[in-house]
């Protein structure tokens, strides 16, 4: 954006530099009353044109009044200056002729109205302003050597104050363009400073992290939403005694200031709220505030799930592959077993378990890389049917536990799927392993059933167990990985499950049972999910 002159902006120039221009313009106005029509005028010589003079001083008078009053009107700006200066130029020029004795005075007091102008108006209305001053002082001196072939100032004294109009308005004009410079950077630093300090407030105000002021007294004197929200509701965290109101924080940050050892365990400040590991730092080397820092624990430790996540995904991936290795040369092996004619009909059998298995092994494996991988899952039309009649078949043959149920409850008619059946396969396996693990009562058998369904255009498969139930508090955090309640588990099982079937677009989610027992519900798409209705 180009800024010729502060005219320009009107919101760089102080108003009040124009108003006293006009109040200068009123003083030299008046000031050329006075010489004309007080009782001075006989200490100045005889007027050259006594009326002419009395015009011009009366004239002068008004239009500075007018101007003055007319500064006010933003819109008006660039006219009011330089139609101001040419009624300078023209008042000075007939005074000049009017009142010769005077003539140099006058000539002295139009020059700070031209550097006035010239530092307001852009360069060529500055310099235009500065030529006609000069101008006008060469016409008067023709003017007054062919009207009265008098000489009332030497030809010396002309070049010098055209020269002086000319010379200052250039420099007036480049004082101007510097402070106008200095001005717009000074205003572009001022609102980058402002734009700074908003960004820095909307980042304090909107952190999760609690942050307090705490000066002295141990009393809250700045707090941003969150802090606001574990001390009080709104502006009623401010002025918050911390001796009072959370001992425990009082007495940590006393310490601290002490320079002893401060505990570093999460607190809860109140009750039904979430622990905070609270921080200190001074604000100021010699300030007795003190900024205090109450992160969440629990954002802490989800960080830390997150990393153990992904050193967990890079081990997984390194320890699938060394499994398949001695995984194919078993699957090898019984292969070449199976090819023997010494083998008897039950020990087939068994080599059929074993290769169905090691498919099986080898199935969980690719997935478990695939999922470390975040490798895309294939999903395919899945008849939900056969494929969950035939996973029943094939799990029935590895339960230890003769007296342990597993039933399939399929309807009458194909269920349709969209999934990918490597993935579909492992989530069973774990819903599956854990109903018959957890989902028994005391002394009882456990009994696990799979139940197929449609409901419009998603397909569903239910496992259910009649154990004891889940409680609600464990319920909630099923998902989550390493959260388990067994002493021998690792808690990753339910979260893979649950990752699976997000990349196949699928759902699995916690059902409660009202009659006893749990159900873990696989929702998945159906072929014709995707369609319009």
Partial sequence: MHHASIIDRFESIPRRELYFFGLFRVLEAGIMAALV??????????????????????????????????????????????????????????????LPSVAAGIAMMLLFNVAAAAMLLPLRYGMTVALLASMALVSEYVWSVFTDGSQPRSLAELCMFVTSYLALGWLAWQIGQRARSSQELAEKRTAEVANLVEINELIIRRMRTGVLVVDADNRVTLANEAASLLLGDGNEALAVELNRVVPELARRLQRWRNGWQVDDTPMQLFPDQSEVQPRFARLLADSDLTLVFLDDSTVVSRRAESLTLAALGRFSASLAHEIRNPLAAINYAVQLLEESRNVDEADRRLLQIIHQQCQRTNGIVESVLGLARRERANPENTDLVPFVRRFVDDYRQTLSIETDSLEAILPAHPVAAMVDPRHLQQVLTALVHNALKYGRLMDEPARVRLRVFQDGRNAYVDVLDRGPGIPEGVAAQLFRPFFTTSEHGTGLGLYIARELCRANQANLEYVPVPGGGACFRVAMPGPHAILPP
Avoid: K
Wanted: charged share 10%; glycine share 8%; proline share 5%.
């Fill in 37 to 98: 029509f007080s009782p001075l005028s006989d200490l100045i010589g005889a007027p050259r044109n006594a009326a002419l003079g009395g015009t011009v001083a009366v004239a002068y008078l008004v239009a500075a009044l007018v101007l003055l009053l007319a500064s006010r009107r933003e819109r008006w700006l660039l006219p009011l200056v330089f139609g101001g200066a040419c009624i300078d130029i023209l008042a000075a020029t007939l005074a000049t002729h009017a």
